[in-house]
């Protein structure tokens, strides 16, 4: 491996991991295609195939997934006992996304998320004027958080809905292949009303759970290339820090309006991918 390249992986991995913990959807998302254009495209690395793209970035969740969650759960800025529900519906959800994947053809998959990452964009420009949906809402189990600026959120959630509606978002999330990072952040703000920080962090401890389950299967199947792996996860496990140290310093607005930009800049990548790729 060339000087080069692992300098490149080296920023690969810090710039992937910084914007993935500010916002909370762990980085696989840039990874992934980055790797495929670097080793498919340009050849500046060997060996990479859309699955090794893939189980290499899984790996590197994991790294990002548990240097985030520390950070956030430190700084009080996680839902350990909420996401331990919302875990209980996502997971069996994702098993049953991942077997209905097999009828998605990927330029319908690339047009169906992208549209549906934009929607998430613009929802989240207009939250405040949604009305709260008291069905997912318990006041029993009320919770407050107060934010940088001094401003004061009280959530809550209740337990039945939120595991069915975490069950479709995992088998959107299986069927899409793509983590719960980017659905759940999203979700968690506009449907259950969680801080944005809240929500942040507690999305990096479900994808750093739900990543140990997924790089399982590609380790036993072989798609990670480890020497690629090794240098991304150093990289990242110090990237996150980095992006758990900036969001505590951020407004909760500027997390939001973060969230936005790359869900409708990665939901237009996706939709021009469909017809181009």
Not at 23 to 33: A, E, Q, S, T
Not at 44 to 68: E, H, N, W, Y
Not at 194 to 217: C, D, E, K, L, N
Not at 249 to 259: A, E, F, I, P, Y
Request: glycine share 10%; charged share 10%; hydrophobic share 55%.
């Amino acid at each position: 491996m060339s000087m080069t390249a692992i300098f490149v992986l080296i920023f690969l991995g810090l710039f992937s991991s910084i914007i993935g913990s500010i916002v909370g959807i762990g980085g696989g998302i840039i990874i992934v295609p980055a790797l495929i254009y670097l080793g498919m495209e340009i050849g500046l690395i060997d060996g990479i195939t859309p699955q090794k793209a893939i189980g290499t970035s899984t790996v590197i969740l994991i790294s990002t997934g548990l240097s985030a969650s520390l950070g956030y759960i430190k700084n009080k800025q996680a839902d350990l006992k909420n996401a331990v529900i919302f875990m209980v519906g996502i997971i069996p959800g994702a098993l049953v996304g991942a077997h209905l994947s097999q009828y998605l053809t990927i330029h319908r998959f690339n047009l169906y998320f992208g549209i549906f990452l934009i929607i998430m964009s613009i929802v989240l420009m207009v939250r405040d004027k949604i009305k709260p949906i008291k069905f997912f809402q318990n006041k029993k189990y009320e919770k407050s958080y107060t934010d940088i600026k001094g401003d004061t959120y009280h959530y809550s959630i209740a337990p039945i809905p939120a595991v069915l509606l975490t069950f479709l978002v995992g088998c959107l999330t299986g069927l899409f292949g793509i983590g719960g990072g980017a659905l759940m952040t999203p979700l968690m703000i506009i449907i259950f009303r969680f801080p944005p920080h809240i929500a942040v962090g507690t999305s990096m401890i479900m994808i750093f759970v739900s990543s140990v389950s997924g790089a399982t299967s590609h380790i036993i199947q072989g798609n990670i290339i480890w020497s690629y792996a090794i240098i991304l996860i150093i990289a990242s496990f110090i990237g996150a820090k980095i992006g758990v140290q900036i969001n505590k310093r951020m407004k909760s607005t500027t997390v939001v309006l973060m969230l936005r930009i790359i869900l409708m800049l990665l939901g237009i990548y996706l939709i021009i991918k469909s017809f181009t790729g």
